[in-house]
C-alpha cells in the first residue's frame, strides 16, 4: 500500500491518493533508462551528491534511485552539468557552484556513479558555470568571473571583474585560457553558454550573470584554433507586439544552438530571440527577430522574463519561461520570422529554466529556477506539431505537508523529497540540471 494513503477513515474522502488516470495523446517513441543528476541536500546538512534515477517507463520502480555518491562538499549550489551524455565510455562535466569546484565524474555504472578528478578555476578565471564537449573529447568550461573588480563602479561583486573561457583534457588538465574582455564596456562580460562551429574555426559564447549584479549584452565570437577573441556584438534591445522598444528585455543572451546552414539562434533571459549570422566575416551581426511579452523586473539587478536553457529539436524551439511558469514552443523553420506554435503552463510555483532530451526518443526533462527544484517533470513531445504533453508514466507530490492532504499527485512530477538515498538517509534534496543516459 501506498505510505501517503495511510490515513484516518474520517479523511480518507479529503486526500487523493490514487495514481493519476491519465492517457497521453503523443505516442512515446523510445526512452532512455536513466537519468543523471547533481543535487543538493536540501538543509545543508549532508554532502551534496550525484544521483541516478530509474526513468524506465516500463520498469515497476521507475522515478526511484539506483546509485548516489556524495561529492566531499556540502551546500555547494548544485549547478550546471554539460547539456548532454558525452559517448559512452566518457566522463561528464559538471559543477558545485558556490565553491567553484568543477567535478569530472565517471556515470558507466548507474549504480556507483564515482568523482574521478575535480579542479578549480585557471587563475585569474572564477566561477564555472557551463561545460560544453567539443567533437575532439575535450572540455569547453566558461567562467563568469576573474579576479579584481567588475568595470561597472556600481558593482558591489567581488570579485567582480570580467570572465573568460577554458578547454580542457577529458582529464581535467588545462589546455589554454582567455579573457572575456573587451574595450569599451562598462559592464562586465560574463561567459555563459557555447556553441561551436568547427568548419568555421570558431565558437560563439553568450554573456549572462549567476549571482553577479550587472553584465554585459552581448554574444562573442572566438576563433577556436587560437582562442582569439573576433567580436563582441550588442544584443538589440527587445520590442513588444506593437513593435514598440521595451527596455530591459535584451537582458542577457543565454542559450544557443547552430542551425542546419551555419548561422545561430539564441535567446536572451529576458525572453528576445536573435539569428546571428556572418559569424566566419569581418561583419557578423545579430538580428532581433522575436521577443516573448513578459512582466518587468521589480528590481534593476534581475531580469525580467527568464527565458532559460532551450532545445532546438528539428524546426522547433522549445523554452522554458521561468517568470510566466511557461514552456513555449516557436517554429524557427524561418529563422528570421519565428512563429509560436505551442504552450505548456507547468503547476503553481515551478518556474521551468532547464530542459534535456532523451537522445533514445521524444521524451524531455524539465528542471526548475532556483528556489523550486525539488523535482522535475517528465514530458513527451510530439516531434510533427510542436505539442508538449505531461508523461503520464510518472506521476509524485509536489510538497512535504503532512500526509499529503488535500491534494493529488502531479502527473510527470519526479520528486526529490525522499528520505532515504542508496548512499544514506540524508533526507530531501534537489536538482537543478538533469541528462538522460543509457545503462553505458
Same mark, same amino acid.
Given at each position: 500500500?501506498?505510505?501517503?494513503?495511510?490515513?484516518?477513515?474520517?479523511?480518507?474522502?479529503?486526500?487523493?491518493?490514487s495514481q493519476?488516470?491519465?492517457?497521453?495523446?503523443?505516442?512515446?517513441?523510445?526512452? !532512455?533508462?536513466?537519468?543523471?543528476?547533481?543535487v543538493?541536500? *536540501?538543509?545543508?546538512?549532508?554532502?551534496?551528491?550525484?544521483?541516478?534515477?530509474?526513468?524506465?517507463?516500463?520498469?515497476?520502480?521507475?522515478? *526511484?534511485?539506483?546509485?548516489?555518491?556524495? =561529492?566531499? *562538499?556540502?551546500a555547494?549550489?548544485?549547478?550546471?552539468?554539460?547539456?548532454?551524455?558525452?559517448?559512452?565510455?566518457?566522463?561528464?562535466?559538471m559543477?558545485?557552484?558556490?565553491?567553484?569546484?568543477?567535478? #569530472?565524474?565517471?556515470?558507466?555504472?548507474p549504480?556507483?556513479?564515482? $568523482?574521478?578528478?575535480?579542479?578549480?578555476?585557471?587563475?585569474?578565471?572564477?566561477?564555472?558555470?557551463?561545460?560544453?564537449?567539443?567533437?575532439s573529447?575535450?572540455?569547453?568550461?566558461?567562467?563568469?568571473?576573474?579576479? &579584481?573588480? !567588475?568595470?561597472?563602479?556600481?558593482?558591489r561583486?567581488?570579485?567582480?571583474?570580467?570572465?573568460?573561457?577554458?578547454?580542457?583534457? $577529458?582529464?581535467?588538465?588545462?589546455?589554454?585560457?582567455?579573457?572575456?574582455?573587451?574595450?569599451?564596456?562598462?559592464?562586465a =562580460?560574463?561567459?555563459?553558454?557555447f556553441?561551436?562551429?568547427?568548419?568555421?574555426?570558431?565558437?560563439?559564447?553568450?554573456?549572462?550573470?549567476?549571482?553577479?549584479?550587472?553584465?554585459?549584452?552581448?554574444?562573442?565570437?572566438?576563433?577556436?584554433?587560437?582562442?582569439?577573441?573576433?567580436?563582441? #556584438?550588442d544584443?538589440?534591445?527587445?520590442?513588444?507586439?506593437?513593435?514598440?522598444?521595451?527596455?530591459?528585455?535584451?537582458g542577457? &543572451?543565454? &542559450?544557443?544552438?547552430?542551425?542546419?546552414?551555419?548561422?545561430?539562434?539564441?535567446?536572451?533571459?529576458?525572453?528576445?530571440?536573435?539569428?546571428?549570422?556572418? #559569424?566566419?566575416t569581418? *561583419?557578423?551581426?545579430?538580428?532581433?527577430?522575436?521577443? %516573448? /511579452?513578459t512582466?518587468?523586473?521589480?528590481?534593476?539587478?534581475?531580469?525580467?522574463?527568464?527565458c532559460?536553457?532551450?532545445?532546438?529539436? &528539428?524546426?522547433?524551439?522549445?523554452?522554458? $519561461?521561468?517568470?510566466?511558469?511557461?514552456?513555449?514552443?516557436?517554429? =524557427?523553420?524561418?529563422?528570421?520570422?519565428?512563429?509560436? %506554435?505551442?504552450?505548456?503552463?507547468?503547476?503553481?510555483?515551478?518556474?521551468?529554466?532547464?530542459?534535456?532530451?532523451?537522445?533514445?526518443?521524444?521524451?524531455? #526533462?524539465?528542471?526548475?529556477?532556483?528556489?523550486? /527544484?525539488?523535482?522535475?517533470?517528465m514530458?513527451?513531445?510530439?516531434?510533427?506539431?510542436?505539442?508538449?504533453?505531461?508523461?503520464?508514466?510518472?506521476?509524485?507530490?509536489?510538497?512535504?505537508?503532512?500526509?499529503?492532504?488535500?491534494?493529488s499527485?502531479?502527473?510527470?512530477? $519526479?520528486?526529490?523529497?525522499?528520505?532515504?538515498?542508496?548512499?544514506?538517509?540524508?533526507?530531501?534534496?534537489?536538482?537543478?540540471?538533469?541528462?538522460?543516459?543509457?545503462?553505458?
Open positions: 500500500m501506498n505510505a501517503h494513503c495511510l490515513f484516518p477513515i474520517a479523511l480518507i474522502g479529503l486526500a487523493s491518493c493519476p488516470d491519465v492517457q497521453s495523446t503523443i505516442e512515446l517513441t523510445g526512452a !532512455s533508462p536513466h537519468l543523471l543528476l547533481l543538493g541536500d *536540501q538543509d545543508e546538512q549532508d554532502e551534496d551528491f550525484i544521483a541516478v534515477l530509474n526513468v524506465d517507463p516500463v520498469s515497476n520502480t521507475r522515478g *526511484q534511485s539506483l546509485g548516489s555518491a556524495p =561529492i566531499g *562538499q556540502k555547494s549550489m548544485v549547478h550546471h552539468m554539460e547539456y548532454t551524455a558525452p559517448p559512452k565510455g566518457e566522463p561528464i562535466f559543477n558545485g557552484h558556490h565553491h567553484e569546484l568543477s567535478l #569530472i565524474v565517471d556515470f558507466s555504472d549504480t556507483k556513479p564515482t $568523482i574521478v578528478n575535480t579542479f578549480q578555476p585557471p587563475e585569474p578565471l572564477r566561477y564555472p558555470h557551463d561545460y560544453a564537449r567539443t567533437g573529447g575535450t572540455r569547453l568550461v566558461g567562467f563568469l568571473r576573474s579576479e &579584481g573588480d !567588475s568595470p561597472n563602479p556600481d558593482e561583486t567581488s570579485p567582480g571583474n570580467h570572465g573568460g573561457i577554458a578547454e580542457y583534457s $577529458i582529464d581535467g588538465e588545462l589546455i589554454r585560457s582567455a579573457s572575456a574582455a573587451a574595450p569599451g564596456y562598462a559592464k =562580460i560574463r561567459p555563459y553558454a556553441a561551436q562551429l568547427p568548419e568555421m574555426d570558431r565558437i560563439t559564447v553568450t554573456s549572462a550573470p549567476m549571482m553577479e549584479q550587472s553584465w554585459a549584452d552581448v554574444v562573442q565570437i572566438f576563433r577556436y584554433s587560437d582562442f582569439e577573441l573576433l567580436h563582441t #556584438i544584443l538589440a534591445v527587445g520590442v513588444d507586439h506593437e513593435g514598440k522598444t521595451v527596455e530591459g528585455i535584451n542577457a &543572451g543565454f &542559450g544557443q544552438h547552430v542551425l542546419p546552414d551555419g548561422s545561430i539562434f539564441l535567446n536572451s533571459y529576458g525572453c528576445n530571440f536573435y539569428h546571428l549570422t556572418g #559569424i566566419d569581418d *561583419q557578423p551581426k545579430a538580428d532581433l527577430v522575436f521577443s %516573448v /511579452e512582466d518587468p523586473a521589480d528590481d534593476p539587478t534581475k531580469i525580467r522574463g527568464a532559460g536553457i532551450p532545445l532546438m529539436i &528539428g524546426q522547433y524551439w522549445v523554452q522554458p $519561461i521561468g517568470k510566466k511558469e511557461q514552456v513555449v514552443v516557436l517554429d =524557427i523553420s524561418n529563422p528570421t520570422s519565428p512563429t509560436e %506554435v505551442f504552450r505548456l503552463d507547468t503547476p503553481e510555483g515551478f518556474a521551468p529554466h532547464w530542459m534535456g532530451k532523451d537522445p533514445a526518443g521524444n521524451r524531455l #526533462i524539465l528542471g526548475a529556477e532556483l528556489g523550486g /527544484e525539488q523535482g522535475f517533470y514530458l513527451r513531445f510530439d516531434e510533427a506539431s510542436g505539442r508538449i504533453e505531461f508523461d503520464p508514466d510518472f506521476a509524485d507530490y509536489r510538497s512535504n505537508s503532512p500526509f499529503n492532504l488535500f491534494r499527485k502531479s502527473v510527470g512530477y $519526479i520528486s526529490l523529497d525522499r528520505e532515504t538515498w542508496p548512499h544514506g538517509a540524508t533526507g530531501p534534496a534537489w536538482g537543478h540540471a538533469a541528462v538522460f543516459f543509457d545503462g553505458r
